[in-house]
């Protein structure tokens, strides 16, 4: 297990992952465009079926936000809309070394966003500008009390880049709050809304790429291709200690994701919606004077409806259409059980 503090996160901009996960021996985050279609690699396991990797997509790990799964029930993990900014924390387990994350051969990679200072308020306001038209604002207000915790986030970025057509927008909203509901009881509630628009300039040679040729892929600039993709994140979390050997943290969670992306010849459009849950019950205690046991038995489910719709036209004469209307439903259920003496 490898562990990213806010320190790790803002080593660079702060703005995206790659260049504080990458540090990590062994973890290889790479993406379509400088802020968009990011996947991760981890111990060199990314599975393909067709001989080359699928395009930006998440395959053979699990990716969890304040123990929401990011990661849909069929196993693929959009990182489009997550805003890495306001993350407090990153920890990435390489190969599947706790099932207390489905065991994904490449192995999990759970995110925390960034909680208040206790027993403050504030209000802070900050812009980031950089090289090809990069602006970024964040605008965050946040109070902590004795007994709970509210943060809101509101986030916009652009960028030019220095190839024609591939810029990008990009707007975060972020609700996250703690409520101290007993002397043993806390809840906790997390929402996100989200739009990201990529535009894509296509495949051009490596000779053109490194000498930063402010060239485009004709194919790609004639269909206006792009990625466009609007979301919202919901959880809410009870953890819940009966004493001082006894504990249980549950949460409940929703997702729903619409994309749509032009490519070089044709469209496809997906409307998707995850929701289920996670529970897990977690004993620690002493075995005699010098041993100690901890252990976490839980499950989960979750439930994926996607919606697929779109075009593929063969880049050769005739130019047939190949329309695609494709309905898909998954179920992941697990149980998990580990113990550490």
């Known amino acids: 297990m490898a562990v990213l503090t806010k320190q790790d996160l803002d080593r660079a901009s702060g703005l995206s992952l790659e260049s504080s996960i990458n540090t990590v021996p062994g973890v290889f985050m ?87 200072t206790p027993n403050q308020t504030s209000i802070a306001q900050q812009v980031l500008s950089g090289s090809n038209g990069l602006v970024r604002t964040n605008t965050t207000l946040q109070s902590a009390g004795e007994n709970g915790d509210v943060v ?6 652009t960028y030019d880049s220095f190839r024609p057509h591939s810029g990008s927008t990009k707007d975060y909203f972020r609700a996250t709050a703690d409520v101290q509901a007993g002397g043993n009881q806390t809840l906790s509630a997390y929402f996100s809304y989200n739009r990201s628009f990529e535009d894509l300039a296509g495949e051009i ?32 979390t009870d953890q819940y200690r009966f004493d001082d050997r006894f504990t249980n943290q549950t949460t409940v969670f929703g997702i729903g994701r619409q994309s749509g992306q032009p490519f070089a010849h044709g469209f496809t459009d997906v409307n998707q919606f995850n929701f289920g849950a996670r529970t897990a019950f977690g004993y620690s205690g002493k075995l005699g004077d010098s041993s100690s046991v901890n252990g976490t038995l839980g499950a989960s489910i979750q439930r994926s409806n996607l919606t697929s719709n779109g075009v593929f036209i063969v880049p050769a004469p005739p130019f047939p259409e190949r329309p695609t209307d494709q309905e898909n439903y998954a179920v992941a259920t697990s149980l998990f059980n580990e113990w550490n003496f």
Do not use: C, M
Request: aromatic fraction near 10%; avoid cysteine; charge should be neutral.
């Open 205 to 236: 040679d490596s000779t053109d790429f490194y000498g930063r040729q402010a060239i485009a892929n004709p194919a790609y600039v004639a269909n206006n291709s792009h990625i466009r993709v609007t979301s919202f994140i919901t959880g809410v």
């Open 30 to 116: 790479q993406s379509r465009t400088p802020w968009g279609g990011a996947r991760i690699t981890i111990r060199g396991y990314y599975p393909s079926t067709s001989g080359n990797s699928p395009n930006s997509n998440g395959l053979g790990y699990q990716v969890f936000l304040d123990n929401i799964p990011i990661t849909d029930a069929t196993g693929t993990t959009v990182l489009d809309d997550i805003d890495y900014s306001t993350l407090g924390g990153v920890e990435v387990i390489k190969g599947p070394a706790s099932s207390l994350y489905g065991s994904a051969i490449g192995g999990a990679v759970t995110l925390t966003a960034a909680r208040t």
């Open 152 to 157: 809101l986030n509101y986030g916009h970025q």
